[in-house]
């Protein structure tokens, strides 16, 4: 059986050949022993002081609205340490600790923002462990998919804005890739873990810049939409709708998704399904399937198969023909191909990658947005790209504007994640349960929960 077939966040390994600016200082930083008084404890990610956060720019936030914020900044108040979960010493496995440490104070250019909830991502799995160039080497804090609001600034008009925090915070807006839409590529970016701690805290201090302001609505939706189902557009709803944008789902499409229990995949499922208008074949492990809630699972597909259990690198014939019936059948009987418009996959698995491209029509899309452990490679003969007119497409997380949108789904009802909810001193098992593929949809954290406007904290 295919082991690790789960949706991966699609930024994790890819950065990690890249060219690290921020190495040689992160490889400076000693490692400290975590039982040692918390607030003894370098908590800047690997940064330390040097991290220049003093060009960060507040441009962003032009969504907001002004926001009388008098009464906010009457009843805020900052401990000065916090529960967070912690990775001392980053190695081969998972060593994550729930515990006390410091709130850090904010330097120049910074705010400190209080956590309501975060998702995890499996990326957060992979973060955690390494260490990889670039990242922290010790008291690492994993967590990229965050709501909350800013409690302490030396800007005081900023405080009490509901903000999100994603993986890539600040990019430059100048360079070529900026420019061209591709944010994750930008040179200059600035992200969590790498330059500054993620979510998994109370209190997170982080460069102002590195934010992007939420609506009001998402924390004042009359219980009707809980916000922590916001923090699924952070990063894995943005990732779907990136891999669905790029091969150009169109109404009445067939699409082959493979993961679809996972964070990206069943709401790549149910965007393709609810917003594109096309039909959602699914694939995943069996014991995900069987697992499935039957109400729940049918918004994020049409028809549903069980990864084939094969170790070698081509699609056994019998799933092949599952595969091809489901298809034809959701065409109807008039189409004149049997196979798939567009093939995603958002698993990540050691094998079944190859003969993905059987599964897409001729003059078909196939979009990787899963990303795999290790080298994995996807054979196909150019004869075979070339005269079926295939595109092979790969995609990362996308940029703000996918997570405004998918919001914008989650609010009007037209998609609706399936999310777990655990505490902040649940996270380790989160992980763990994480790293062994186990689980369905998102797992949220409730990290400080909803903001009690009416009350100190
Ligand atoms: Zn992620
Ligand atoms: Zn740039």
Same mark, same amino acid.
């Given at each position: 059986m295919m082991e690790t077939l789960v949706s991966v966040c699609p930024m994790a390994d890819s950065m990690n050949n890249r060219a690290e600016k921020s190495t040689s200082i992160i490889s400076n930083v000693p490692v400290k022993d975590s039982t040692a008084d918390p607030t003894n404890l370098d908590l800047t990610g690997g940064l330390g002081g040097d991290a220049?956060?003093?060009? $960060? %720019? @507040?441009?962003? #936030?032009? %969504? #907001?609205? !002004? %926001?009388?914020n008098s009464h906010i900044q009457q009843r805020v108040s900052v401990p000065s340490t916090q529960w967070g979960v912690i990775s001392p010493l980053i190695g081969e496995n998972l060593n994550l600790r729930y515990q006390q440490i410091p709130v850090r104070d904010p330097e120049e250019g910074e705010v400190i923002v209080r956590i309501a909830w975060t998702g995890i991502c499996r990326s957060d799995v992979t973060f955690s462990k390494g260490p990889y160039s670039g990242f922290p080497k010790c008291n690492h804090i994993a967590g990229h998919e965050g709501i909350g609001h800013?409690?302490?600034? $030396?800007? @005081?008009? +900023?405080?009490g804005r509901p903000v999100g925090i994603r993986y890539i915070g600040y990019t430059c807006g100048f360079c070529t890739y900026c420019r061209s839409n591709l944010p994750e590529q930008c040179a200059e970016q600035m992200n969590a873990p790498k330059h500054y701690n993620g979510t998994f805290q109370q209190f997170m201090t982080v460069p102002w810049s590195c934010l992007i302001p939420l609506p009001m609505w998402v924390f004042d939706s009359d219980g009707r939409i809980s916000p922590a189902i916001y923090t699924t557009a952070m990063c894995s709803g943005a990732a779907a709708l990136k891999a669905i944008r790029t091969a150009s789902v169109a109404v009445g499409d067939v699409v082959v998704i493979n993961g679809i229990a996972g964070g990206i995949g069943h709401m790549a499922g149910q965007i393709a399904k609810h917003v594109f208008g096309a039909k959602v074949v699914g694939v995943d492990l069996v014991w995900k399937i069987n697992s499935l809630i039957p109400d729940q699972s049918q918004s994020f597909y049409d028809r549903i198969v069980a990864a084939p259990d094969c170790k070698g690198d081509q699609m056994p014939p019998k799933f092949f023909q599952t595969l091809e019936e489901m298809c034809s059948d959701l065409r109807g009987?008039?189409?004149? !191909? +049997? #196979? $798939?418009?567009v093939v995603i996959n958002c698993a990540s698995t050691d094998q079944g990658f190859a003969g993905f491209e059987n599964i897409a029509r001729d003059g078909g899309v196939i979009v990787y947005c899963g990303v795999p452990r290790g080298e994995l490679e996807i054979p196909i003969s150019l004869h075979n790209l070339i005269e079926r007119q295939l595109t092979i497409r790969g995609t990362l997380m996308g940029g703000p504007e996918a997570t405004y949108e998918v919001m914008e789904y989650i609010r009007a009802g037209r998609i609706k994640p399936i999310t777990t909810e655990i505490t902040l001193n649940e996270v380790p098992k989160g992980m763990q349960d994480l790293l062994g593929c186990r689980g369905i949809g998102k797992l949220v954290v409730k990290v400080n929960g909803q903001l009690p406007w009416g009350e100190e904290f």
């Open positions: 220049n956060v003093s060009q $960060a %720019l @507040p441009k962003r #936030l032009g %969504l #907001l609205e !002004t %926001l009388d800013v409690v302490k600034s $030396a800007d @005081p008009s +900023r405080i009987s008039s189409a004149d !191909t +049997r #196979l $798939a418009d």
